[in-house]
């Protein structure tokens, strides 16, 4: 091969640094696909080239040597369909793909219709909320019939709980002329304010309106690291429009390909990466019989979030806590607003509209970051629903996870869920920054607030 073929063919580039890892080193392309882009990350080894291939044949070589963190970009007119990396001798994070047409472009489509079902508060519900400020703290907020019905409810205990004040106040640099707030019946320690909130909650559970109890107290405060004003039950937290915290783990295998005879496949193309799955519970009080992440759960008061992992591990799927430390990642987080109109839960003694009952909610909102973890265990660690709450487990390839983000897929993931694998789909490099699309699926990711 000449130099000036070469030249045609590929452009070498130096990637930035610390770019994004891969795991497997072959992959296909339409012929229609003519701007292909590759990553590598071999950490302190040369590659010698590359085999392009067509119809399973080699096609063409591309034999001078790759340094380490390279990007290669092919601007391919000859139908080749796939790329091996070839002539390393130890392991390596391989090679991947950036851009894909059309396929990449449905799954960017597909990627953004997931983010947006947790991403949902429309303009008409945003402009229209009542903060929830104690202590010149926001704390939450609501819709002013959630609000309504919390003062409208806490008016029938012998002490007043909540109230609406006119009072305007200043907050980050913005006029509040009306909000939600406590009384001063409610107490001034976070004590007395959590038990005079859980009056006032339990008596909305009574009514059926809050179902789905846990009987697990969630710390409400300004920020994720501040001290909480009051401990909210987890149930009722969408009431209050509070942020809510939890861990979700993506359970990650590497699994062993068939052998081939194709000496340009490396060793650890080997390995095909695969994510476990979880079907919830037919008894969940959300969600029930969907499909969801090996392990996720809120982040209760009074313990750190990698105590959470490791006893959520445990009691979700049966994995020693030394499987877990082993395996376990702490990779960023992600964040969401949603609005979800009201519904009355069938055991509820409110009717459909205003009545005996007093108002009737319009719609919650949930505001959550989600702390996100990746978990590799062996090829051979089965998990186990000990805690009832997981009916059962089953491994998805990257391509199957893909496949259940369409929109009209019939068994989709619980939606929460979506997010924290799509932020570990950019993470691995299974979607190119080049796909438009690219850039709005990162923002997205975080659209709630993450404090």
């Known amino acids: 091969m000449t130099s000036q073929?070469?030249?045609n063919f590929f452009r070498s580039l130096?990637?930035?640094?610390?770019p994004c890892k891969f795991f497997a080193d072959a992959f296909q392309f339409p012929a229609s696909i003519?701007?292909?882009s590759f990553y590598s990350?071999?950490?302190s080894h040369r590659l010698q080239g590359l085999n392009l291939k067509k119809n399973g044949r080699i096609y063409q070589q591309i034999n001078y040597n790759l340094f380490p963190n390279f990007m290669i970009e092919a601007k391919c007119s000859s139908g080749i369909d796939t790329v091996h990396a070839k002539g390393f001798s130890t392991k390596f994070s391989n090679i991947g793909k950036v851009h894909n047409g059309q396929r990449e472009v449905d799954i960017i489509n597909s990627m953004l219709y997931r983010i947006r079902q947790c991403n949902n508060v429309p303009d008409s519900v945003k402009n229209t909320l009542l903060p929830f400020i104690v202590d010149g703290k926001l704390l939450g907020k609501v819709t002013k019939k959630t609000a309504n019905k919390l003062v409208e409810s806490s008016n029938k205990l012998p002490c007043s709980v909540f109230k609406i004040s006119n009072q305007e106040i200043s907050y980050d640099g913005d006029v509040i002329p009306l909000h939600l707030t406590l009384s001063e019946e409610a107490g001034d320690t976070c004590s007395l304010r959590t038990d005079s909130v859980m009056t006032v909650m339990s008596q909305l559970r009574e009514e059926g309106v809050i179902d789905g109890w846990r009987d697990e107290l969630l710390p409400l405060s300004e920020g994720f690291y501040d001290d909480p004003t009051l401990l909210v039950e987890r149930a009722a937290a969408p009431f209050l429009g509070m942020m809510q915290y939890g861990v979700h783990i993506n359970g990650i295998v590497r699994e062993e390909r068939d052998k081939n005879e194709d000496d340009s496949m490396t060793a650890s193309s080997h390995f095909e990466t695969k994510m476990w799955m979880a079907r919830r519970s037919a008894t969940k009080s959300k969600y029930p019989g969907m499909l969801d992440h090996i392990v996720a759960g809120g982040q209760p008061a009074g313990i750190g979030l990698m105590e959470n992992v490791l006893k959520e591990c445990m009691?979700?799927?049966?994995?020693?806590?030394?499987l877990t430390i082993a395996g376990i990642r702490s990779v960023g987080a992600i964040s969401y607003e949603q609005y979800e109109p009201f519904k009355v839960h069938q055991s509820s003694h409110v009717n459909s509209r205003e009545g005996d009952f007093g108002t009737i909610i319009d719609g919650l909102i949930s505001r959550s970051v989600l702390f996100c973890y990746d978990l590799e265990l062996p090829?051979?660690?089965?998990?186990?629903?000990l805690d009832g709450e997981v009916e059962s487990f089953f491994k998805w390839s990257v391509s199957e996870v893909m496949d259940s983000m369409k929109e009209d897929y019939h068994d989709p993931i619980k939606p929460n869920c979506y997010p924290v694998i799509i932020d570990y789909m950019l993470r691995s490099g299974?979607?190119?920054p080049?796909?438009?699309?690219y850039l709005d699926i990162l923002r997205e990711l975080r659209g709630g607030y993450c404090g």
């Open 430 to 432: 299974d979607i190119s």
């Open 5 to 7: 073929t070469n030249t």
């Open 434 to 437: 080049d796909s438009p699309g």
């Open 14 to 18: 130096v990637s930035i640094s610390n």
């Open 41 to 43: 990350s071999t950490s």
């Open 379 to 385: 090829p051979d660690f089965e998990p186990a629903a």
């Open 34 to 36: 003519t701007r292909r």
């Open 315 to 322: 009691e979700e799927a049966g994995i020693p806590e030394d």
